[in-house]
C-alpha cells in the first residue's frame, strides 16, 4: 500500500521583499465567480538523468523564491473575500518522501490517491482572512522520481494563471501581468452571491465517482469525422469531446433537458488580445441547451456548442467591461439558474488544453503525467476537466458524476468504443 509521510514543512518567502507600496493586491471582480477553494493539480517527473535529490530540492527553492519576487500576491495571506495582504510570509512547502517507485504508482494509478500528493487534503475548507494563498508539496519517490502538487487559490489564478506561473517557476516565460483588477474592479461581493444561484446545480449531495476518459488521436480524428456536415466546418478536439460526453450523458437521462457550461478565457477574446499572462480570473461561461423536445445528434451539439462559445467575442467583451457589463452579467447567470431549476442537468466543462503544461521543465526533463484528482469528499459534481494527454494529441476527460450516472456512462457503447477508462498514463 502506497503511503506518503511528511519529512518537512517550511515556508518559502520572495528572495526580494515586496516594496510597501504593492503590499496589498486586490482581486477583479471575475474572481468572485469561482466557487471552489483550489483547482489542484499534480505533475510527475522520472528521474531521468539521475539528478541527486537534494540538488533537485536546491534548484526548486531557490528559483520558486526567486518567482515570488515577481509573483509576490501568491506568497501572501488573504486580506478578506476581496484583497491579498502582501506580507511575504511565504508559500506553504512541503516534502515528503513516497515509499514506492513512480513508474509503480503510473502503470495502475489510483486516482483517490492523488489527492495524498497534495498540501491541502480535500475536502477543501473555504479560504478566509489570513489563509495562505499558496502551497505546494514536493513528493520524492524511491526512485528519485517526482510528484510536484500545487494548491493555489483558484480565485487569484485560473488555468492559464496557474500555466504562467508554473512556467516562470521553470524559468520559461516572462514577468506576470498583475493587472487584472484594472480591466475588471471589484468593489463589493455582488458576484459571487449572484453566481451561487447558478453555480448551486452543480452543488448536489450523495454517491459520487471521478474516471478519466482517455481520447487518443485516432478517436478524435473519428469524433470529428462523425461532427463534420453543412453547418459544422473543422470542429476542434475541446468541442468534439465535450459535444460527445455531453450526448452520452445525455443518453443517460433522457427524460430531462440538459446544458452545458464551458469556461471560456476572455484574454484572447478580445481584440487586441489581452497577454496570457494577466493573472487573475479572465473567463466568463458559455452555455448551450439541449431539451428533450428537440432530438439531437452530436453535429447538433457541436454547433449548439461553438455558437455558445463564439458569443463570447470581442464585443461581448467590452460589453462585459462597460457601463452594461453588471446586468449583462446578472442576465446571464440568471438564464442558467433559471433552466437548471426546472429540471435540467448541469455538465459544467473546463478546458486546460494549450496551457503548455507538458512543457514545463524545471531542469530534470518534462513531466511524464499531468492529472487533476479525485476524490470522494468533493463537493462539486457533473464537472468535466479537459487535459492533454502527454502526446498533446489526445485528451483526457476527468469527469465526476453522481454513482448512478456514472455506472450508465460507463455502460454506454458508444463511449466504450472510442475513449478507454482510466488507463495507465504510460500506454500510447
Not at 516572462?174 to 449572484?194: H, I, K, S, V, Y
Request: with cysteine.
Amino acid at each position: 500500500m502506497m503511503k506518503v509521510q511528511v519529512i518537512s514543512r517550511e515556508n518559502i518567502q520572495p528572495s526580494s521583499p515586496t516594496p510597501n507600496h504593492l503590499k496589498k493586491f486586490n482581486l477583479c471582480l471575475l474572481d468572485q465567480l469561482i466557487p471552489a477553494p483550489y483547482a489542484p493539480i499534480v505533475l510527475f517527473y522520472p528521474n531521468l538523468d539521475d539528478v541527486n535529490v537534494r540538488e533537485k530540492s536546491v534548484l526548486l527553492k531557490k528559483s520558486l523564491a526567486e518567482t515570488l519576487s515577481h509573483f509576490y500576491p501568491l506568497a501572501g495571506r488573504f486580506k478578506d473575500e476581496i484583497s491579498i495582504d502582501c506580507n511575504d510570509q511565504g508559500v506553504n512547502y512541503v516534502t515528503t518522501k513516497v515509499n514506492c517507485h513512480l513508474i509503480e504508482f503510473l502503470n495502475e494509478p489510483n486516482l483517490e490517491s492523488i489527492g495524498q500528493f497534495l498540501p491541502c487534503q480535500p475536502p477543501f475548507k473555504e479560504l478566509g482572512a489570513r489563509d495562505c494563498v499558496t502551497n505546494i508539496q514536493i513528493n520524492v519517490f524511491e526512485c528519485g522520481g517526482l510528484a510536484i502538487g500545487l494548491c493555489i487559490a483558484h480565485k487569484v489564478l485560473d488555468g492559464a494563471g496557474l500555466s504562467t506561473f508554473l512556467k516562470n517557476w521553470a524559468g520559461l516565460v516572462q514577468c506576470p501581468n498583475l493587472m487584472a483588477n484594472c480591466f475588471f474592479p471589484a468593489e463589493d461581493l455582488w458576484l459571487r452571491d449572484t453566481s451561487m444561484t447558478m453555480w448551486s446545480s452543480l452543488f448536489k449531495k450523495g454517491k459520487f465517482v471521478t474516471k478519466r476518459f482517455v481520447f487518443n488521436a485516432f478517436a478524435i480524428d473519428n469524433l470529428k469525422a462523425m461532427s463534420t456536415n453543412s453547418h459544422i466546418k473543422y470542429p476542434t478536439k475541446v468541442e468534439v469531446v465535450s459535444s460527445f460526453i455531453w450526448k452520452c450523458s445525455i443518453a443517460s437521462n433522457k427524460r430531462l433537458n440538459s446544458l452545458l457550461t464551458h469556461i471560456v478565457n476572455l484574454r484572447k477574446r478580445a481584440s487586441p488580445a489581452l497577454q496570457e499572462n494577466i493573472l487573475g480570473n479572465l473567463i466568463w461561461l458559455s452555455s448551450a441547451k439541449y431539451t428533450k423536445k428537440h432530438e439531437m445528434g452530436l453535429p447538433d451539439l457541436v454547433n449548439q456548442v461553438r455558437k455558445s462559445i463564439s458569443r463570447i467575442d470581442d464585443d461581448y467583451v467590452k460589453r462585459l467591461r462597460g457601463d452594461e457589463g453588471c446586468n449583462l452579467m446578472r442576465k446571464s447567470l440568471k438564464e442558467v439558474g433559471d433552466f437548471c431549476t426546472k429540471g435540467a442537468n448541469h455538465y459544467g466543462f473546463t478546458s486546460w488544453c494549450k496551457f503548455g503544461f507538458y512543457d514545463i521543465d524545471f531542469g530534470f526533463g518534462k513531466p511524464i503525467w499531468v492529472s487533476s484528482i479525485s476524490s470522494r469528499c468533493s463537493f462539486f459534481m457533473n464537472l468535466i476537466i479537459l487535459m492533454e494527454t502527454r502526446y498533446v494529441d489526445g485528451i483526457e476527460a476527468w469527469v465526476t458524476l453522481d454513482e448512478e450516472e456514472m455506472n450508465m456512462l460507463v455502460g454506454n457503447q458508444e463511449l466504450l468504443a472510442l475513449a478507454c477508462i482510466d488507463p495507465s498514463p504510460l500506454s500510447k
